[in-house]
C-alpha cells in the first residue's frame, strides 16, 4: 500500500510563489510515474505536470514555463515547484503516484493541499 502526503500549500499573491511537495511511502517510488493534478471549485479535476521514473518532464499549457516538477528518489519525495502564480491557480493540488508491475496497474491519490493565490 502506498500513501501520499502532499505539504507546502497556503495563500500568495498574484506574482508570488509556493513550492509543494509529496512525499510516498513504499517501495515502488523510483519505478513510478508522479503526477500533480489540481482541481478549483466548481471544476473538474485537471493533469498540470507529470514527470516518469526517468525524469521526463511534461507540463499543462496553462503552466508551462511557470510550474517546475521535480522527484528526489532518495527521498520519495515529488515536488511542484510554481512560480509567477496567477489567481487562476487557485485550486486543491493533488498528487498522484503510477506504475505498473507484472500485469498489474496501481494509482494512488494523496489527499490535497489548498493552494490560494490572490489578486
Known amino acids: 500500500q502506498v500513501q501520499l502526503v502532499e505539504s507546502g500549500g497556503g495563500l500568495v499573491q498574484a506574482g508570488g510563489s509556493l513550492r509543494l511537495s509529496c512525499a510516498a511511502s513504499g517501495r515502488r517510488f523510483s519505478i513510478a510515474a508522479m503526477a500533480w493534478y489540481r482541481q478549483a471549485p466548481g471544476k473538474q479535476r485537471e493533469w498540470v505536470a507529470n514527470i516518469t521514473s526517468s525524469g521526463t518532464t511534461n507540463y499543462a499549457d496553462s503552466v508551462k514555463g511557470r510550474f517546475t516538477i521535480s522527484r528526489d528518489n532518495a527521498k520519495n519525495t515529488v515536488y511542484l515547484q510554481m512560480n509567477s502564480l496567477k489567481p487562476e491557480d487557485t485550486a486543491v493540488y493533488y498528487c498522484?503516484?503510477?506504475?505498473?508491475?507484472?500485469?498489474?496497474?496501481?494509482?494512488?491519490w494523496g489527499q490535497g493541499t489548498q493552494v490560494t493565490v490572490s489578486s
Open positions: 498522484n503516484l503510477n506504475y505498473r508491475l507484472g500485469v498489474g496497474r496501481y494509482n494512488y
